[in-house]
């Protein structure tokens, strides 16, 4: 019997755990992961991110994800897979990520909650000891079974499980009509992030401004303002000026990528397109330190993806059909049948929906002159990093208020 996997990713940025074993891994190996974590961003955002209006996503949620997966793969499957996750340079992956992940998820400050599942058919899947102990130990995943015949269908275990790791942000994510006989195998990261602005705006300081849109178009929404200290860099060369908005944990941090005109993202986007992520990455470094007078939007945005395509235009064919292999997770023949993906991204006066991590930088204080300004009035781009491991936790951008969902 030919039977697929389903994975699914859910995040959650909201303002307003679960903890993973801890195994040991070099300081290269991870410089080695994030620097693939945020390659793999790059290359999703190239597939998914450009003809997108608002988009965001979590690049290490996917990733995470489909490294459960890759661990099970073999042969030309395993290969691909290792191209498309950036792994070539990276002996111990699954040890890497577990540091990286025990590292981000007990911190103080900020809520970081990250949770693993896979649930499976036990009457159909012979799932290898070998891989449910790995996944236990490497991912701390749950490991749960389920009836497809069952009265309630399988789907509600899994949308309370969610729905508890995402403080009840997403409850309803699994559907009947995802649910398929040959289907018989569920694998889920979530990751749900709650943090506070190290400096939050003014409530009463919130008022209606013009946001442009395409073709010289205008909307009033709410902006919020604020004159404080933060770190910038006005980037002539790169006609991108950049932002560094910290958490109350200063490891965490949102950046907002902000075109010098109000047409200027496509151009930005074109360094992503060409893959010249040098450029990209060399936007969070040498930033300045400076008293800011900020004007940002409030925003929200959720983007449900299916990612099968853009991972397939990555060089991942063969997980989707027969020519799949992962002989390392069960005796039956198994192939990807879906790559889900939900995230919601909320940006008000307390806090922001997302992680953000950044490059060390050599800030220069400039403080005696007067404040620069920082108006977010037109399309931008956005990354949630961890500064400590310079790793992308969220990635989107922002061009439209007036679309909220995808």
Known sequence: MWTTILLTMLTVCWLAGRSIA?????????????SAVSVFSYDMYRKIGVQAVNVVYSPLSIHTVLSMVYMGARGDTENQMKNTLRFKDLP???????????????????????????????YVLQIKPLYKKELNNLYNATLETFDFNSHDGPERPINEWIANQTKNQITSFMLPSTITEDSQMYLINTLFFNGTWESPFDEYL?????????????????????TATYQV???????VDVIRMPFTNERFAFYIALPKSYSGLRDFEMMIVLQDYERINGLFTDMKTERVVLMLPKFKITTSLNLNSGLKHLGMTDAFGPLANFDGIAENQLSITDVLHKATLEVTETGTVAVAASSATSSILSLGVD?????????????LRDDLNSLILFHGKFTNPTVSER
Do not use: Y
Not at 97 to 109: P, Q, R, W, Y
Not at 210 to 218: D, I, P, T
């Open 22 to 34: 801890h195994t040991s891994s070099n300081d290269t190996d991870i410089q080695i992961l994030t």
């Open 206 to 226: 919130t008022h209606k401004n013009s946001f442009q849109l395409s073709l010289g178009n205008k909307i009033d929404i709410d902006f919020m303002r604020q």
């Open 92 to 122: 111990s992956p699954h040890n890497a990520i577990n540091e990286v992940l025990h590292s981000i998820i007990e911190v103080k400050d900020v809520e970081l909650l990250m949770a693993n599942g896979m649930w499976f058919n036990p």
């Open 233 to 239: 860099k006005m980037s002539a060369v790169e006609n």
């Open 371 to 383: 404040p620069v300004s920082f108006i977010v009035d037109h399309a931008f781009m956005f990354f």
